[in-house]
């Protein structure tokens, strides 16, 4: 989703204006994608509003909703965001050396989005790991990325993370593993799985998902 590294930025090869429909009707569509996905996801934030739901559907029917609609908003997000970055505009051109470290802080992203689901000492550390992973990951995309579509995709993340961090805090919720112990062991396995799905990323992954190789010249795709 970052620009490829290159010293002639790529940005302005592929720059559009909406100047039409269907344009601005993508750009809806993200948006609506993303108000559905934030909005499923902000109802934990308000644990009268969260247990007012659960008791009228009830603990099952609540979790199938849940991942419904998360599952539709993410659909729809990542459908819109694809068909948008065709049409785009580009409100600013990154310098090269924003993606370059774009790229360096994806190791650390990848590492810490790991440890959430082990019981390490980072994700003690960290308290709650997931949401620091995805505030770097939609900071590193932001500023390698100078398009209207990516800073509405990842401004909405970096935002939804930051609001997410201060309501968990507030309201004392646990992460996904509990109050688990963190241990070594889990430190030595956040840091092998997150390194290996990083270079997994940077060589393959991002370029074949995504259609954009972060460093062209380590590409396998």
Known sequence: MWQPIDPVPTSCHRQRRYGSEHGVFLVVMLILGLILF????????????RTAVLDRLGEPAYKVLFGVMSLAGLVVIVWGYQAAVEDNVFIWTPPVWTQHIAVLLMLPALIILVSAYVPSRIRSALKHPMLVAIKVWAFAHLIANGDLV?????????????????????????????????????????????SAAFWFFLVYGHAWLFGVAPIPALSWY
């Open 38 to 49: 934030f909005g499923i996801h902000a109802l934990p934030m308000n644990t009268g509003a």
């Open 150 to 194: 990516s800073m509405i995709l990842f401004g909405a993340f970096l935002a939804y993370a930051v609001v997410d961090r201060i309501s968990v805090k507030r309201r004392a919720a646990l992460g996904p593993l509990g109050a688990a112990a963190g241990t070594v062991w889990g430190d030595v396995i956040s840091v092998v799985v997150g």
